[in-house]
């Protein structure tokens, strides 16, 4: 079975800060994508970076990186220089084949002014 | 990326009464769209997946007949909530993938927030 595991239900940091958000799965297929989707206040979901997983080399967004570990099954979340606008719940996903996406129970991150 | 409208926005109503909530992509055509419950702090619990033509898949536990799922193009897809509760309070959001476009994530609606008083 997939699942998604993210450890840190709530996170606070100061504006300007680099904070890293931890994320593990497990799944049995080969090739497969990663994803860290932001949802804000306002609640819309929003895709802030992707990663294949035959990829080795880890993707990056601007400020968002990603620490991609596939032996260990470990997909975590890099903000540099973080902003204000950064507060949200963070949710790592994994497709289950075609169709569903699995969400780990996410991370509240508070930005501090 | 692709846009995932959802409507409407927020809805009261009351005990008894059925609510509509639409979701529609705009710039592709979606054979798949899904259907999400989320409880205030918690992560998106996945309802139902919607296929264009044919019945919806439901996930263990999630009521067919409550929540009625139809998917009659490949643009629009709706949800039901029938005779609806205060127990059906939530936040509902619906997704689709493009499968025309070379990425797999899913595009979000912008969620609906239904409040049965």
């Known amino acids: 079975a997939q699942t998604v595991t993210q450890s840190q239900p709530e996170m606070s940091v100061q504006e300007a800060e680099t904070v890293t958000l931890s994320c593990t799965y497990d799944?049995?297929?080969?090739?497969?994508?990663l994803f860290w989707y932001k949802q804000p206040p306002s609640r819309q979901m929003i895709l802030v970076i992707r990663q294949e997983a035959y990829k080795q080399q880890n993707a990056t967004e601007n400020r968002f990186s990603v620490n991609f570990q596939k032996a260990a099954k470990s997909f975590s979340l890099k903000i540099s220089d973080s902003q204000l606008g950064d507060t949200a719940m963070y949710f790592c996903a994994i497709p289950l084949g075609p169709d569903k996406i699995i969400f780990g129970k996410g991370t509240r991150l508070h930005i501090l002014p | 990326g692709a846009v995932v409208s959802q409507h409407p926005s927020w809805v009261i109503c009351k005990s008894g009464t059925s609510v509509k909530i639409e979701c529609r992509s705009l710039?592709?055509?979606?054979?798949?769209m899904f259907w999400y419950r989320q409880f205030p702090k918690q992560s998106l619990m996945l309802m139902a997946t919607s296929n264009e033509g044919s019945k919806a898949t439901y996930e263990q536990g999630v009521e067919k007949d409550k929540f009625l799922i139809n998917h009659a193009s490949l643009t629009l897809s709706t949800l039901t909530v029938t005779s609806a509760h205060p127990e059906d309070s939530s936040f509902y959001i619906c997704s689709a993938r493009d499968w025309g476009s070379s990425n797999t994530e899913a595009f979000f609606g912008q969620g609906t927030r239904l409040t049965v008083v």
């Open positions: 799944t049995s297929e080969n090739n497969y994508y």
């Open positions: 710039d592709f055509q979606a054979t798949t």
